[in-house]
């Protein structure tokens, strides 16, 4: 084969028309007029400085907005953790009688017992040495189930009461002193305690014994009688405080009875403040 036939073997057919190709170079062409009338800044750093001011001033603004998000955003969890806790600000009475003014407009702790947060979210308390402390409510499993004498004996204590002038308030009957001789009893007293001092949800409280230094020694005493340790042991803390006049706890005292006891009605929702003042400047001053 000669050198020409393999030249033209190796050609390739190209078939461009030659109106495409001038087509082409027309969209590509860029009238001279066009360009000229591009203008270009007499002074670029006028420009420039210029989009850097608007930039800055941007970011500025933007800087400022999330500013004040940070801080609408910390004094709503500022504003929420005082009203739930208004303990914390004891140190600053003006600011704790704000927000606890708060706490009892909202119910807030009324609330928070009614649906359970108090199990779950700490409520700051102070200690015997005007310490904070954070505490959850305790609950308990545990049930106790009355007995044939304690049934007797509180049919005695109420045939005892229909001779006698008894006090109501509040659908509550108001029970004599006694000295608990059971498990169930030494629950069922301090329940009557605590029915003394609190607010029921649904307003129904049936039992009270009124709190003096007498019969919260009696409720101390008869924990003998609680056979579970952990009831025993926690019911002891709560008492003790009542025996120094603090009654903070005392919902948080009434519903862990309660709850031994097999409560359906009457939870305890708030303390009444004005019966704890009237407990307080009677017997613990």
């Known amino acids: 084969m000669s050198k020409k036939n393999k030249v033209e073997d190796n050609l390739i057919d190209i078939d461009i028309d030659i109106k495409d190709i001038d087509k082409e170079i027309n969209d590509f062409y860029i009238d001279k007029e066009k360009i000229e009338s591009i203008e270009v800044p007499s002074d670029l750093n006028i420009l ?33 953790v005082g009203i739930y806790n208004p303990v914390l600000a004891h140190k600053l009475p003006p600011v704790k009688n704000f927000f606890q003014t708060i706490n009892d407009t909202l119910q807030v702790d009324e609330i928070a017992s009614f649906i359970g947060v108090d199990k779950y979210i700490p409520k700051a308390k102070l200690d015997e040495n005007g310490s904070i402390k954070f505490e959850v409510v305790e ?33 509550v009957q108001v029970n004599n002193l006694y000295m608990p001789n059971s498990e169930y009893q030494s629950i ?10 609190i607010k029921a949800i649904d307003d129904r409280k049936y039992g009270m014994v009124e709190i003096t230094p007498e019969s919260v020694d ?56 004005d019966e704890v003042n009237k407990i307080k400047s009677k017997y613990f001053k």
């Open 188 to 197: 069922q007293f301090i329940h009557e305690m605590a029915n003394s001092i």
């Open 139 to 171: 609950t308990t499993e545990y049930k106790v189930n009355k007995t044939d004498e304690d049934l007797n004996k509180e049919l005695k204590i109420s045939d005892k009461e229909k001779n006698e002038d008894i006090k109501e308030e509040d659908n």
């Open 48 to 80: 420039i400085k210029n989009a850097i001011n608007n930039a800055e001033k941007d970011i500025k603004i933007e800087k400022s907005k999330r500013k004040f998000m940070y801080i609408a955003a910390s004094l709503g969890i500022i504003l929420s």
């Open 218 to 273: 009696i409720a101390i005493t008869s924990l003998g009688y609680i056979k579970d340790n952990g009831v025993k042991e926690y019911l002891n803390r709560q008492l003790l405080n009542w025996k120094k006049g603090d009654f903070d706890n005392a919902v948080e005292v009434h519903n862990y009875v309660w709850n031994i006891l097999g409560g359906e009605v009457g939870k305890a929702i708030a303390i009444k403040h």
